[in-house]
């Protein structure tokens, strides 16, 4: 089957923002002016293609991101059909609860458009996102929106950019007008002034700029050209003779700078006003990149080599499973983009993580919750397999002869639990499908039962996150569940070093146990995690005990020490022991290594920790003591207070225990008269000061 479209025409972009910046309504509008839809859903009202999950539309939030393949033809293009480009969209949510889903769907794309809100600026999950697509190397264009809103300012938000995300953004626009006397744009590059006509402003009309906007447009062309050929050595020359760069050269220029992440074009508009919106279209195509221009992915083999993935359609097949969703009509689907090679519906997959191979039964192209069947997928591609049973998110996919593993997707751990439990013997059953099904879509959710309650417990990214995914528990699986308080995911450690002996040994007849080892026990850096060490020597302990030894050590860090909470940052060192020809035996050493673990952290100053949020507040001038008094008494540290101007407000931003955030909305509310609003997102662990720790060991927190 030929190609549908070559690998230089396909962008696989995904829009990001803090939340209600307006992602949803720039997706909305995309799918409008590309022709998917030929109606424009609205989240006031609910009717969305992108949010098409019941939960989504009634909070007027994005929760799961949405794929969707769109085609566009550069509004300057004319009838020019060879311009013409396919764009697959992910439309990811804003609220720090659903990261994983900005996390994953980066991880895949080769480009991203960051929306901003033209009233607030950066805001912090904006921040966020900007640092996960640092971390992928995503190029990104901006998208500065809600001109049209009271207290819009397009120049204080573009400062916002420059200030708190990169000296490297650029203005490709300006604004005529803000507020209700926003009107159209300038646009600098080909220096033409351009309205959007048309009930939904689907004409796109290029006129001469106006006379009171001419100068400040000529001064802004000025720093866009000098950004632009500094990025080139022959372009900078030219520059710098006197020399005249045609448009068509300085487009060219410009993308490779975004692709190479060294300039970020700033666009601006507003979408729910349907103006700007098919100019950030345009910006897709010339400047973010096909997957033929970015470096190829790497993989390792089966010998542990770095291979180089590139995107040719005649390589072995290699593709990334990054999201599983359950789809109520065709069950699991399994989202993936195919870096290399082909893969039709029939063909078998080998997927590296479990060593299994899987049978593709039918490949289908997403327009959010529509399918649609396709026959193959090509390189460059992204789609969904309907039915694989053990793929989960972060498995590589491949030829089964050329076997590869990807670079996977890292989740962030819970900071937040929940105790749940059925309502009725027949939720029982029906709630461990549900639950394991939700935990192989989401990462960061994590089911644990409590040995010595036999109750369940939840764990996720926030109240909000583990609010929504018993709301799905109920709507789409029909479970019915009780849930306790929401209780803070506490980790413990050590602050010293220290050594100790673990001795097992039974005797009862017949065959005995024997057991022995000496640990050593010393603190990590935060964050580093756990780490064994075999210093074992001159076979004290035979090679076959050791596994087992680590084992028991490590199902007493699941235990913990003070508290019964898990134990991190801190390496474990096995360098003595002794065995018995006869009686000694892996369960004998496991038990072993647990008790000497036990013992050497209780004497290594264990200590418990907190996580601690990012807390940013927005607060009216009037009521700013009142809650800079109230995050005191949360045990908040105040890190620094701005004014956002001219609104009258302060931001706030503060670092605050998560053990002293609950409920705090309401307690905002009422202390702002409603005008209050704030974000959180997990900052850091740090250690809980004595008295808490107390409280927490005895159980009253």
Known sequence: MAREYPLEKVRNIGVIAHIDAGKTTVSERILF?????????????????MDWMEQERERGITITAAATTAYWTPTTAGSDASQKIKINLIDTPGHIDFTIEVKR???????????????????????TNWRYADD????????INKLDRLGASFDRSFESILERLSPNAVKMQIPDGHEDKFTGVVD??????????GQKGENVAYKDIPEDLKALAEKERAILIEKIVETDDQAMQKYLDGKEINPDQLKIILRNAVIAGKIYPVFCGSALKNKGVQLVLDAVAWYLPAPIDIPPTTGTDDKGNSVAVEAKDEAPFRALAFKVATDPFVGQLTFFRVYSGVLSAGSYVLNTRT???ERIGRIVRLHANQREDIKEIDAGGIAAAVGLKATKTGDTLCDPDNPIILMGIDAPEPVISLR???KTKADQEKMGIALRKLSDEDPTFRIK?????????ISGMGELHLEVLVDRMRREFSVEANTGRPQVAYKETISNEAQAEGKYIRQSGGRGQYGHVWLKVEPLERGKGYEFVDAIKGGAIPQEFIPATEKGVREALDKGILAGFPVVDMKVTLYDGSYHDVDSSEMAFKIAGSMALQEAAKRAKPLILEPIMKVEIITPEVTLGETTGDLASRRGQIMSIED?????????????????????ATTLRSLTQGRGTFTMEFDHYEPVPQNIAQQIIEGKK
Request: glycine fraction near 10%.
């Open 33 to 49: 002016y590309t022709g998917i839809s030929h109606k424009i859903g609205e989240v006031h009202e609910g009717d969305t293609v």
């Open 105 to 127: 769907s980066l991880r895949v794309l080769d480009g991203a458009v960051v929306v901003f809100d033209g009233v607030a600026g950066v805001e912090p999950q904006s921040e």
């Open 136 to 143: 992928y190397n995503v190029p990104r264009i901006c998208f």
């Open 188 to 197: 600098l590059l080909s220096m033409k002034f351009v309205q959007f006509e």
């Open 355 to 357: 060593g299994q191979q």
């Open 420 to 422: 749940i439990e059925p």
């Open 449 to 457: 039962g409590d040995e010595e309650t036999g109750e369940i417990i």
């Open 644 to 664: 956002r101007n001219p609104l009258n407000l302060k931001i706030i931003d503060a670092r605050v225990p998560l053990s002293e955030m609950f409920g705090y």
